[in-house]
């Protein structure tokens, strides 16, 4: 343990002096151009590099190479300032970037959990319970959240449904006509074509004709998007089992 610690000392150490050095390089370098951004007149008054009066005799003083003001500020070039505004620029910028990524991580929280949420009603659900969970849903702007529709089945060779549970489409149609603001998407996968073209066309087909049982019910075809997903290569598991899932958009 002993030998460990001291071989990461030899290692630290040499590090920590380079580090040193590179500080005091650089410092040094700020000094010098500091100095030369400036220069004191015969009257003791702080001129640029253009001869135009930065501060007047007894308003500045040299202090540790660097002038600064009777506030003890530093005196600073056009271009110091410059950089100061956009390093705040981008301190501000970060912010709203990160406060945006946390609003978008809670958001993405909330739709997972809903859609535990909503897998886990599927097993044993009715046209009320479907009707309540979407009502939900609406009302809470749950964007993103995926509800499955596992009972509907399509005929492996075309886009005909075989079955589907009545519960799952009169509960959210009449959960949509109570929201007449809220909407949808409808996204089928499939993997039962014979290529990716053909398996995102038939899909597609599926897709429209979930919609439209769902607009028989009486619900506004703007309220309902619909889309072909196919066989993506991400969503392979989905596509093998037809999957049906209505995504909530607002």
């Known amino acids: 343990m002993i030998k460990k610690t001291i071989k990461q000392l030899s290692l630290f150490i040499p590090l920590a002096l380079i580090a040193v050095l590179i500080l005091g390089c650089s410092s040094d370098v700020d000094m010098q ?10 009257s003791g008054n702080l001129l640029n590099k253009k001869g135009v009066m ?5 308003e500045f003083k040299l202090e540790g190479g660097y002038y600064v003001d009777n506030k003890g500020q530093y005196i600073q070039r056009k271009i110091d300032k410059t950089k100061d505004k956009i390093n705040s620029t981008v301190d501000n910028t970060k912010d709203k970037i990160n406060s945006t990524v946390d609003k978008t991580k809670g958001k993405m ?5 809903n859609t ?3 897998m886990t009603l599927a097993a044993n659900r009715t046209t009320e319970s479907v009707k309540s969970n979407f009502n939900e849903l609406f009302n809470t702007k749950a964007v993103g959240t995926i509800y499955p529709m596992t009972e509907i089945k399509f005929d492996p060779k075309s886009h005909r449904i075989t079955n589907f549970k009545k519960e799952d489409i009169e509960g959210m149609a009449a959960s949509l006509k109570e929201n007449p603001g809220s909407r949808i998407q409808v996204q089928v996968y499939t993997a039962d074509a014979k290529s990716r073209g053909e398996n995102k ?7 429209e004709l979930v919609k439209n049982m769902l607009v028989t019910l009486g619900v506004k075809e703007d309220q309902i998007s619909f889309k072909g997903m196919g066989l993506p290569t991400e969503d392979a598991a989905k ?3 037809n999957a049906v899932e209505v995504v909530v958009e607002g």
């Open 33 to 42: 151009k500091q100095q030369k951004a400036f220069y004191v007149d015969a």
């Open 54 to 58: 930065v501060k007047k005799a007894g």
């Open 109 to 113: 929280k909330i739709a997972t959990a």
């Open 116 to 118: 535990k949420k909503a």
């Open 201 to 207: 066309k038939i899909s597609n087909l599926r897709a």
């Open 239 to 241: 596509a093998v089992n």
